[in-house]
């Protein structure tokens, strides 16, 4: 009678067994399979985190979160794989291999949709956008490129270096980045809303600035975290931006004269006349779509080019012979200009020297380290076998550091773009 009954509990039990034996079976030939394939070398450091730990202890070290790449890739070569926040990470850095990813040919690379940063730059701003509206967005965003918008930049732009210059002569020190940062964003805010009162402009810098930290903070929206602080302040960015905008529409409306030549004015000007030549329907944007974009350029404008001008300064100083060349250049077309107030868009072109020099700053600083990219498909690089839904990195500081692509990559050369151009 026992016998009989537990007859089928042990049928039940072994066909358990058997399935989880299977089952380890299987995934002990998938990950045989997986590593006999040719994939990238690297380690997936602990299960799950992964080499989180480690990215994090890196980004919180001086040395900043590039050395995380720096080492493995001095370790590993020019394509090594990683395992973070729970995904898989590829970090490639040839020239091919950049060309090949960023021109996207294949069709196979796409940009990623990260949540946290759509949650803080708005998921209808550029940097979220989908493929199909990011081509709308940047049809509508090009005028902001245009040589009328480019030139009226220059003069704001030295209008603002002028001053800047004038108030540190009687300042013992000047911390370079602040300074500059406060520049790039009154730039930015002037060419974009026209916003030039300073208190607002103090209030919105400082939003933006959490926010801005926030976009490289742990995405976790708790009251005490860096994150929520970014998402409190997007808040408050969007609120002035909304007032803006309302005022603007006023002001257009009721026919008064101060027409303003910002950025703002140009997208609602086309949205006022979509009415008449109402055919084009996709090309008008909403408020919100505006709003996100123009806290996105705001970002994109003031950030980067911050510290492009800051890394610019410190290899000027570091380099006497560029440095005299330089101001050869300036001194010559400063004779020329002397009739003029402030510079102009065709000054920028006769500043050749200035303009490899910019290059060269920017080879050297990489302000921006890395270019982040989704794998559509299963492919092969650097001979290489890249899963789909793998992240792709492409590792523009370590290209512009090699050897073979620049000679003597650690000299600061402007003349090396002689040939080039
Ligand atoms: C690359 O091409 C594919 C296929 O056309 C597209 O889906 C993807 O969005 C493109 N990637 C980028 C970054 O534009
Ligand atoms: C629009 O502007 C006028 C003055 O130009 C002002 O009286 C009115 O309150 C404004 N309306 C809004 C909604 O801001």
């Not at 290899?315 to 440095?323: A, S, T």
Request: hydrophobic residues 40%; neutral net charge.
């Amino acid at each position: 009678m026992d016998h009989l009954s537990l007859c089928p509990l042990v049928v039940l039990l072994l066909c358990l067994v058997i399935l989880a034996l299977s089952k380890i079976f299987k995934t002990v030939i998938q990950d045989q399979k997986k590593s006999t394939a040719d994939i990238p070398p690297g380690s997936h450091g602990f299960p799950v985190v992964g080499e989180t730990l480690q990215f994090m202890l890196s980004v919180n070290s001086g040395k900043g979160f590039y050395e995380f790449v720096r080492s493995r890739r001095i370790r590993y070569g020019s394509c090594f794989r990683t395992s973070l926040f729970g995904e898989t990470h590829v970090f490639l850095s040839t020239t091919e291999s950049a060309r090949a990813v960023l021109n996207n040919e294949s069709g196979m690379f796409t940009k990623r949709y990260i949540k946290s940063i759509a949650a803080l730059v708005g998921d209808r701003s550029l940097l979220c956008a989908s493929q199909h509206h990011h081509k709308i967005l940047r049809s509508r965003f090009i005028n902001l490129f245009s040589k009328k918008s480019t030139a009226l930049m220059v003069r704001h732009f030295d209008e603002l270096v002028v001053d800047a210059l004038s108030g540190w002569e009687h300042r013992g020190t000047v911390v370079l980045l602040t300074d500059l940062l406060q520049i790039t964003f009154k730039a930015m805010c002037k060419m974009l809303i026209s916003l030039e009162n300073e208190e607002e402009l103090g209030s919105l810098q400082r939003d933006v600035g959490f926010v801005c930290e926030a976009m490289l903070a742990f995405p976790l929206n708790l009251p005490w975290t860096r994150f929520h602080k970014g998402i409190m302040a997007r808040g408050r960015v969007m609120e002035v931006l909304e007032k803006i905008i309302r005022e603007r529409r006023n002001e257009t409306n009721s026919h008064n004269n101060n027409y303003r030549e910002d950025f703002l004015q140009q997208l609602l000007a086309v949205d006022s006349d979509g009415s008449a030549s109402s055919s084009d329907h996709s090309t008008k944007l909403t408020d919100a779509e505006i709003k996100d974009n123009i806290l996105t350029m705001i970002i994109a404008g003031q950030d980067t080019t911050a510290s492009a001008l800051t890394w610019m300064v410190k290899y000027l100083g570091e380099n006497q012979k560029v440095l005299n060349i330089l101001i050869e250049e300036q001194t010559q077309l400063a004779k020329q200009a002397s009739h003029k107030p402030f510079l102009e868009l065709d000054d920028l072109t006769e500043m050749t020297y200035a303009s490899k020099m910019v290059k060269e700053s920017l080879r050297m600083a990489s302000v921006v380290p890395w270019f982040p990219r989704l794998v559509l498909q299963d492919c092969e690089m650097e001979g290489y076998k890249i899963n789909k839904g793998w992240n792709i990195n492409i590792d523009a500081r370590s290209i512009h550091l090699d050897p073979n692509v620049y000679s003597e990559p650690h000299k600061f050369n402007p003349s090396r773009f002689d040939v080039r151009t």
